[in-house]
Every structure is written in structure tokens, then in C-alpha cells.
């Protein structure tokens, strides 16, 4: 049996936050708005401050804000699009980025992109991969600086022009 989890939604925030004015406990406020209690206690957790103006006080629209703000600064999942593929490709043929240097560029000019790691799967899905759409990228792995062993064990550097 799996459970399904619900944001709190403003409304019930504001019930929280009279029914705490009121002086109730955290047990009674969960099971008025409908919740359980860890519920209640995380909020409070989460949304009253220790110190400054408005120290220990629960204030439901301060907490609706700062619920906003965490949703719109954590991590989002970023697919790896055909165009995003397209330009990694390109810089790395062209400009003969690595991916390391691929996904650092993309984080420097601000745009969405993937991390090194996700660009060598791709890389190595291509190399090893049977699939149509990755057939002009099966020799891309060839444009990854790498060392190689040359005569006698010596370490050479090779590019893979």
C-alpha cells in the first residue's frame, strides 16, 4: 500500500497558525486541520524562527514563502535532449570541449544543462549502442582526451582527431 503526500495548502496554514495562537497543542492541531502530527511538528521545524522580529511565532504567510521559495530552489530533473546532445557534440568536435568543461560552461552561462557524468553515458551508450538515432555519434568517444600507452610504455598524449 503506497501513501500519498499532500503540500499543506495556505488555508490549512492559517488554521494552523489560530489554532496555535489559541494555545493549542501540536497533537490537537494535527488532528483539527486533518494531518498527522509530525506534520505539524515539521512546520513548526521548519517555519518558526529562533531569532529576530517575530522570534517563536508562526506566521502562516511567512510560511507559505519560504515553502515556495524551497520548492523553487531545489534540484529539478533535467533530460538530456536531442538539443542539448546537439550541443554538446559540437563542442566537443569543434571547440574540443570535455565534458567536464561542457557542463561547467553550461553552469557558467547560466543555462540548463547536465553533468559530466550523464555526457560520458551518453557518450558510451553511443559507442556501444545499436540504436538509429545515436549512429552519427558512435565514433564521438574518439574526441575525448585520453592518455594512451605509446613504444615502450611511455605515455603519450592523444586527441582524438
Known sequence: MTKKYFQLTLEQRYQIEALKDAGHNQTYISIIVGVNKSTISREFKRNITLRGIGA?????????????????????????SFDLKKKARKMMIIEKFSPELIS??????????????????????????????????????????????????????????
Open 56 to 80: 517563536k511565532v508562526y506566521v502562516a504567510f511567512r510560511s507559505q514563502k519560504k515553502t515556495d521559495l524551497r520548492h523553487h530552489e531545489k534540484h529539478k530533473l533535467i533530460l538530456f
Open 104 to 161: 561547467a560552461q553550461w553552469r557558467k552561462d547560466g543555462k540548463l544543462g547536465v553533468s559530466h557524468e550523464t555526457i560520458y553515458k551518453w557518450i558510451w551508450q553511443c559507442k556501444f549502442g545499436n540504436r538509429q538515432q545515436d549512429a552519427e555519434n558512435k565514433r564521438l568517444y574518439l574526441h575525448l582526451n585520453m592518455a594512451a600507452e605509446g613504444v615502450n610504455g611511455a605515455i603519450t598524449r592523444v586527441t582524438g582527431d
